[in-house]
């Protein structure tokens, strides 16, 4: 898979430098950096935010190591959880093909005054290796 064009010229959408050695510290099982994708946000409510349906396009990066799932969106944190964590079951992975992969979750259960469905559609050519990696998580 292609990776996107910001991070081809730009390196956004890449694992912050940063992070990247507690990432590999953890042990990374996959993952996939400088992948595009949409975030849907199906009747989401927050403090100061409503969205019926947002659509926002990304570059960013996705991985799952032996301690935790993180995915990022530009230089934000989207899923941020550790494995051992109850919630990370909350998180349904789903391959749509070879190359697209969609996490989706309910956004109350990592935040209490949200409310809504997140999901993200991820441009991957990883996809049913993030979905093996996941789907073990979940037992």
Known sequence: MKKTLLYRYFKIGGIPKKLRPMLESEGIVVSDEG???????????????RFLHRITGFSGFLAVTHRRIIAYAYWKPVINIPVDDPRVSGIKSVVLDSEHLELSLESSLFHADWQGRIVLRLNTGKARQFHSAISGIHG
């Not at 992948?35 to 935010?49: E, H, T």
């Open 35 to 49: 992948i595009g994708g949409w975030v849907f946000m199906r009747d989401f409510r927050a403090p100061g935010k």
